[in-house]
């Protein structure tokens, strides 16, 4: 069965680095998502992208994010400067038709 | 805004024995997709179910089944025969037919004792 792919699995990073998540959706999936979810809390919704453009974007999703789908096959989240807060697990997907395929998460850790 | 609602933080169940877990949402679609999703210690979310709200028959998956109340909007999930195994995190989540994102509630941790 397709899968959505994530690397890494675990990243520890000093806070002011820059910080790349790395997704690989399921080939003929056209939307792809990136959920967060702090640690005890709910899985938030960050971003949407379709069409090689953002589609939605929460307002946790500020400057210090971006996403891009560099070389048609993977899809990726940039926070620019990471900071404590964005300690968390991050969870690509990718949809068809009304069903999203979540990653197994990446796991960052800023310290 | 849409929201969903999961009101039993933490809930506990013998092994063999049957649970109910609740969630309500808040829409003002008519066509949308329900789902509960399972996270255990690794963290993995994991597909357990899928109901369409056009759909008046519960969704059902082996020993995991809906109990899907349209006009109450409530859509809990019930476990038969619990196992060990199902000990974890159970996320009732909502998409509407627009499909841009899944909004979760804020989960049920389960315990299911030997």
């Known amino acids: 069965e397709p899968e959505v792919t994530q690397t890494p699995s675990h990243q520890v990073t000093q806070m002011g680095q820059e910080v790349i998540l790395r997704c690989v959706p399921i080939?003929?999936?056209?939307?792809f998502y990136w959920y967060r979810q702090i640690l005890g809390q709910k899985v938030e919704f960050l971003v949407s992208?379709?069409?090689?453009?953002?589609?939605?974007k929460s307002e946790i999703f500020d400057d210090q994010f971006s996403v891009e789908r560099p070389d048609g096959s993977n899809f990726t989240l940039k926070i620019r400067s990471t900071k404590l807060e964005d300690s968390a697990m991050y969870f690509c997907a990718t949809r068809i038709v009304n069903e999203q395929y979540f990653g197994p998460g990446t796991r960052l850790t800023v310290t | 805004a849409q929201t969903v609602t999961q009101s039993q933080p933490e809930m506990s169940v013998q092994e063999a024995e049957t649970v109910t877990l609740s969630c309500t949402y808040d829409?003002?679609?008519?066509?949308?997709?329900l789902f509960w999703y399972k996270q255990p210690p690794s963290r993995q979310m994991i597909l357990v179910i899928r109901?369409?709200?056009?759909?008046?028959q519960n969704a059902t998956e082996n020993r995991f089944s809906v109990n899907f109340q349209k006009a109450a909007k409530s859509f809990s999930l019930k476990i038969s025969d619990s196992q060990l195994g199902d000990t974890a995190m159970y996320f009732c989540?909502?998409?509407?037919?627009?499909?841009?994102?899944?909004?979760f509630g804020a989960g049920t941790r389960l315990f299911v004792k030997a």
């Open positions: 829409t003002s679609e008519n066509n949308y997709y």
């Open positions: 080939s003929n999936h056209l939307y």
């Open positions: 109901q369409e709200a056009y759909k008046q």
């Open positions: 989540a909502f998409i509407d037919t627009g499909g841009f994102k899944t909004i």
């Open positions: 992208f379709y069409n090689n453009e953002i589609s939605e």
